[in-house]
């Protein structure tokens, strides 16, 4: 049985059966409302089968074509299982276990799959989306799989008793919202090898959790605060690039987009890059290093995440959004060529709009792209409270001399609401002064390890430079 998904107002519509007689439509509505809305459009059965066959003839015929031939046309009818069945003869996943199963990684425990999302999904049929996070940051999952689409991954810092308020957290966001959560979702636990969690009722941990949650009581992160917290009270600190790791590691697509919780991608992008691979093999061949940059943004508070470029163009110029960290590290973010990327109009489809090394002015950015599994992972002895725990992959990167390329339409936009200085900063000053200490320690490793390129750096000429951001380039 072949699926194929077809955009119809706000439908997404897949295709379940195409026989020679009858064609049966079933729409799935994912649109505004929490529930799974499944309509039957077979007594449109005239339109369709007209789509149908044409689909059918379209099929037979790009079968027998080559790659070249492929357009990244984004009205024509977006196949799945096509694309899949193309983009498998050019990429092969290593066998990642769906199973729940328990590894040490340095001072903690991780249990992978916890819960597992119901869905299955190819090696090159979508992107999986990786992320760190705990309870407190579930709020965003579902405005994030409403925009994504696709299999997302993440792992939670769950020490002591903040393990149990986790499986509250997970057990409400699977019950009580997007039914695309429980579909599309999976969730990993981890905790210090000192704060396992203690087995209550007689069960142990592996075995807890239990799928169930009374909707009408509201989520541990609305009722519990930070006061409430194991990891608080015990003075943990949250290890983020560990569960980096973790999210990215238990990942089972080839392409995985190693995100964060909070930032919102632009909608139907799994569906543009696969087809942008398609057309562009040449970039991703076994020992290329390139990968693939979403520019990212903030807006503030009272403000709707836009739709597209476009939208997001008008909102820069009115101020309504700005660069992500504008306030804090503007160069940590600042993308290759950003002054005109934030000029350039939206165009059809998906493409890039520029491509360069992390050095030069671009020598502290800490980008967010689509990658695969033999990208660097993150240095788990830096933390969240010490900052810059992007820091080392990155500059990882800029020594193998990696590209990055910046991609044209697509980009991230951060929860509404503008940060404006970093708790870290205060609070956690040991921390940071620690962390940076640990930076340099880790960058001569580095260099023993893969040699040394001076135009690679960790540091803005050794020391935060502000900059300010001319009003003129938005
Ligand atoms: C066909 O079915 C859909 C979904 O049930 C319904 O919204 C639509 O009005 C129907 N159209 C006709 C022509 O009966
Ligand atoms: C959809 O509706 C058609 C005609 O109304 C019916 O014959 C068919 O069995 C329905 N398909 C499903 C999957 O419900
Ligand atoms: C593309 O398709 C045409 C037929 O439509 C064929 O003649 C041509 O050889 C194909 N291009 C390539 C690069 O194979
Ligand atoms: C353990 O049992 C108590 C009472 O029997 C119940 O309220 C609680 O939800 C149970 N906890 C878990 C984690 O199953
Ligand atoms: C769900 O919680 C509400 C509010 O606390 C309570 O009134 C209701 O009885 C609970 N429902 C079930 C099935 O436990
Ligand atoms: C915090 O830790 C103290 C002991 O260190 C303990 O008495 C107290 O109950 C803990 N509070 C919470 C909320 O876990
Ligand atoms: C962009 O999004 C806005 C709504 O935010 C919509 O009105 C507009 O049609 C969209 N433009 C394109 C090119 O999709
Ligand atoms: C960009 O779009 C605007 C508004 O649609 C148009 O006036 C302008 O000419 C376009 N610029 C370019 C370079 O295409
Ligand atoms: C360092 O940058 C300079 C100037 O951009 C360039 O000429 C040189 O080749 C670079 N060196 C390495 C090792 O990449």
């Known amino acids: 049985m072949a699926f194929r998904r077809i955009r119809d107002n706000s439908f997404y519509c897949f295709l379940a059966g195409c026989a020679i007689t009858s064609v049966y439509f079933l729409c799935v509505s994912y649109s505004t409302s929490s529930q799974l809305q499944l309509r039957n459009y077979s007594n449109l059965s005239k339109h369709y089968s007209q789509i149908c066959n044409q689909w059918k003839s379209e099929l037979e015929m790009r079968h027998t074509k080559n790659i070249a031939n492929v357009t990244n046309d984004e009205n024509t009818y977006y196949d799945e299982e096509e694309t899949k069945n193309l983009l498998d003869d050019y990429f092969t996943c290593d066998s990642i276990p769906k199973y729940k199963y328990i590894v040490q990684r340095g001072q903690y425990y991780a249990i992978f799959n916890f819960v597992q999302a119901e869905k299955e999904v190819g090696c090159t049929e979508t992107i999986t989306l990786t992320a760190p996070g705990d309870y407190r940051f579930l ?24 393990f149990y308020t986790t499986l509250q957290a997970i057990a409400y966001v699977r019950q009580c919202e997007n039914r695309l959560i429980k579909d599309l979702v999976s969730f990993h636990v981890f905790f210090d090898i000192n704060h396992v969690p203690i087995p209550r009722n007689e069960t142990h941990i592996l075995d807890t959790y239990t799928d169930t949650y009374n909707c009408s009581i509201p989520p541990p992160w609305e009722t519990l605060t930070d006061l409430d917290m194991y990891k608080t009270n015990n003075s943990l600190l949250y290890p983020i690039n560990t569960a980096r790791n973790i999210a990215k590691l238990a990942a089972r697509t080839y392409f995985q987009f190693p995100s964060d919780i909070e930032l919102y991608p632009t909608r139907n992008f799994i569906q543009l890059f696969l087809n942008f691979v398609k057309n562009n093999l040449n970039l991703f061949g076994q020992d290329s290093k390139n990968v693939f940059v979403l520019p990212i943004f903030e807006i503030f508070e009272d403000q709707a995440v836009p739709e597209n470029k476009t939208a997001l163009q008008k909102m820069l110029k009115s101020n309504t959004a700005i660069l992500f960290h504008q306030k804090m590290c503007a160069l940590c973010h600042r993308v290759i060529n950003g002054e005109n990327w934030v000029l350039a109009n939206e165009t059809k489809g998906l493409g890039v709009f520029s491509v360069g090394k992390r050095q030069g002015r671009y020598m502290v950015w800490e980008p967010f792209f689509i990658c695969t599994q033999k990208e660097p992972l993150w240095d788990e002895r830096m933390t969240w409270e010490g900052q810059k725990n992007k820091m080392i992959q990155a500059y990882t990167m800029c020594i193998m001399d990696y590209n990055f390329y910046v991609l044209d339409n697509a980009f991230l936009i951060h929860k509404p609401g503008i940060k404006k200085e970093k708790l870290q900063m205060t609070k956690f000053k040991n921390e940071v002064k620690k962390s940076n200490q640990l930076i340099v320690d880790i960058s001569v490793e580095l260099q023993r390890m893969y040699g040394e390129n001076k135009n690679c750096s960790t540091s803005y000429k050794g020391k935060i430079v502000k900059v300010k951001v001319k009003k003129s380039i938005l």
Do not use: F, K, Q, T
């Open 139 to 162: 709020d965003n999952v579902a405005p994030l799989v409403e925009r994504w689409r696709g299999p997302v991954s993440i792992a939670l810092y769950a020490p002591g008793h903040d």
